[in-house]
């Protein structure tokens, strides 16, 4: 014969979250170890942390501290907000959240801290339940913790964010020296992405700068918008039917793509000093791109203004 479970109300098992609960899980310890694969020990209650009591301080295998915050209703703010001050006030670096409801926000905010922090968070959910006439128990349901994934997910998204910091600056170096040769980029503000241009005098052709970890370079763009693949055709065509002259007046051969399998086409000058990632090195880059953008700008402008578009 096989048992049906039933829930419990938790109140019927733990009347008091701090002086029952608390108190039960402390002398039952091993409860999360079964359920999270940790080996925590040495728990005590109501430990201090600066003005607060932390629920319950553990250690675990390498004798670290380990905070665990209890909570026998809805997950909510204040909670959460106590388990990250109790955290770094202790300096932990392992925090158990225990629930009995876990809100959808909070579990999203956990996942987020074990992809943007150093420390290892677990959201747990406790029920009570019993098989017939049997003694209530308590399960515990782990809902988000750390791993592997989460990590990576977060190291990659701390990658992102330097990547637009550092390109941020790169531009906005760029732009303000710019404006001492040409106006061409005048009105144009700093990017955090790998690009940023302006209007070269006719619709859907632009002036671009572009950069990459360690190359730069400068383009004109040809893409006057869907269904005008036949017309950027025809535009590149018409300009690379000047090709010697636009050379002979930039003072050395660019990059002609007229790129048959995309919308698009371009003109292009790859500057192979460096990148963003070539801090030391920024100044002669960024030098090196302007001084190509307003060759390249002078020596297509004549054929650009005689396009019929």
Same mark, same amino acid.
């Given at each position: 014969m096989i048992g049906k479970i039933e829930r419990v109300p938790l109140r019927e098992i733990w009347k008091h979250e701090a002086y029952d609960f608390t108190s039960w899980l402390q002398e039952n310890i091993d409860v999360l170890n079964d359920v999270l694969d940790l080996s925590l020990s040495s728990a005590e209650r109501e430990q201090s942390a600066?003005?607060?009591?932390?629920?319950?301080?553990?250690? /675990? +295998?390498?004798?670290?501290? *380990?905070?665990?915050?209890?909570?026998?209703?809805?997950?909510?703010?204040?909670?959460? =907000?106590?388990?990250?001050?109790?955290?770094?006030?202790?300096?932990?670096?392992?925090?158990?959240?225990?629930?009995? /409801?876990?809100?959808?926000?909070? *579990?999203?905010?956990?996942?987020?801290?074990?992809?943007?922090?150093?420390?290892?968070?677990? %959201? %747990?959910?406790? +029920? =009570?339940i019993r098989i017939g006439n049997s003694e209530p128990a308590p399960l515990l349901t782990l809902i988000v913790g750390p791993s592997e994934e989460s990590r990576e997910v977060g190291d990659k998204k701390k990658e992102l964010a330097e990547r637009y910091s550092i390109r941020f600056k790169f531009w906005k170096g760029l732009l303000e020296k710019a404006k001492e040769k040409t106006k061409l980029h005048a009105q144009i503000s700093p990017s955090q992405y790998s690009w940023l241009g302006t209007g070269a005098g006719k619709s859907g052709l632009g002036l671009n700068y572009s950069i990459t970890k360690h190359e730069g370079k400068v383009e004109l763009y040809i893409d006057r918008g869907k269904d005008a693949e036949e017309e950027n055709k025809?535009?590149?065509?018409?300009?690379?039917?000047?090709? +010697? +002259?636009?050379?002979?007046?930039?003072?050395?051969?660019l990059n002609w793509e007229r790129l048959d399998t995309k919308r698009a086409s371009r003109i292009s000058k790859k500057i192979e000093i460096g990148g963003y990632r070539d801090e030391e090195k920024w100044s002669e880059i960024q030098d090196a791109l302007i001084d190509a953008m307003i060759g390249l700008e002078k020596s297509l402008k004549p054929f650009i203004a005689k396009l019929k578009i």
């Open positions: 600066g003005a607060f009591n932390v629920d319950i301080v553990a250690e /675990d +295998e390498a004798g670290n501290p *380990v905070i665990i915050e209890n909570q026998l209703e809805k997950s909510n703010h204040d909670h959460l =907000g106590k388990l990250i001050t109790y955290l770094t006030a202790i300096g932990a670096k392992i925090a158990i959240w225990i629930v009995a /409801d876990p809100r959808p926000e909070h *579990v999203g905010a956990i996942s987020w801290l074990n992809e943007s922090s150093s420390a290892n968070f677990y %959201l %747990l959910k406790v +029920e =009570g025809a535009i590149y065509d018409a300009l690379i039917s000047n090709k +010697e +002259e636009i050379e002979k007046e930039f003072g050395e051969p």
